[in-house]
């Protein structure tokens, strides 16, 4: 990724920034400066790690959000969706319960991320990695992290493609009859993985139609839950096999 032209999904709001220098202290690419009080963020160094907003005390770095109204432009639309996302919820909410809710919300097909480990195991690798040991591409965040603070380590980065696009192929094959009006919808807390998504020209821009985060779905779910209390039993994922190995890779 490091020949495109990167859109970066973390701002600072200038009215709440205090220039207190905490996110500058933590940025491990040296990509913010404060400037006239205000923090800056330099865009050749950014990468989208999401460190500056997690320290940032004043709340004033935000992370890009998508709409959910984006599902209506779709006839069809399958939700990729890591086992994290589950566990956010009180034990006492049955998981039938929130597949219901994502159902309601507008979702036709729902398929876990971590499928992708178990079609991997399946498939015959060529190992054509020479350069050892390997560091796993999953997070966007490291791979730029290592293109400008440790290039000559570019060469180590995995070149399998992770388990979440490996899903979305898998979705697309599955779904072929009604490809032509599906949109795969891909959920993540990571501001990277949106960053990536919407970078023109990366795999994950190719592979899904939007990109929903973890708060904003998990907001309107449990909107959802607390107007209907009902159980709702017989609700399961579109493809619904998938084995503990997978879940614990997540």
Known sequence: MNTLQIHHTLTVISQQCK??????????????????????????????????MAVCSNK???????????????????????????????????????LWALYEIGFTHLYLAETGVDILSELPIEDRQTKLPVISNFCPAVQRLIQIKFPLLVG?????????????????LELHDIEDQLGIFYVTPCAAKLSQFKTEGSEEHTLFAGIINFDTLYNRVCT????NTEQHPGYAFSFNSYTQKALLWS
């Open 224 to 227: 959802l839950l607390a107007k």
């Open 60 to 98: 004033a770095i935000k992370v890009e959000q998508d709409s959910l109204t984006q599902l209506t432009q779709y006839t069809y639309t399958a939700a990729v969706i890591p086992a994290s996302f589950f566990v956010q919820f009180a034990e006492h909410i049955p998981l039938t319960n929130i």
């Open 156 to 172: 180590n980065l995995s070149i399998i493609r992770p388990p979440a696009q490996i899903t979305a192929i898998f979705v697309k």
């Open 19 to 52: 220039g207190c220098t905490h996110c500058m202290k933590r940025c491990p690419t040296g990509a913010i400066r404060i400037h006239g009080g205000k923090a800056n963020i330099d865009a050749k160094l950014c990468i989208d790690c999401g460190q500056c």
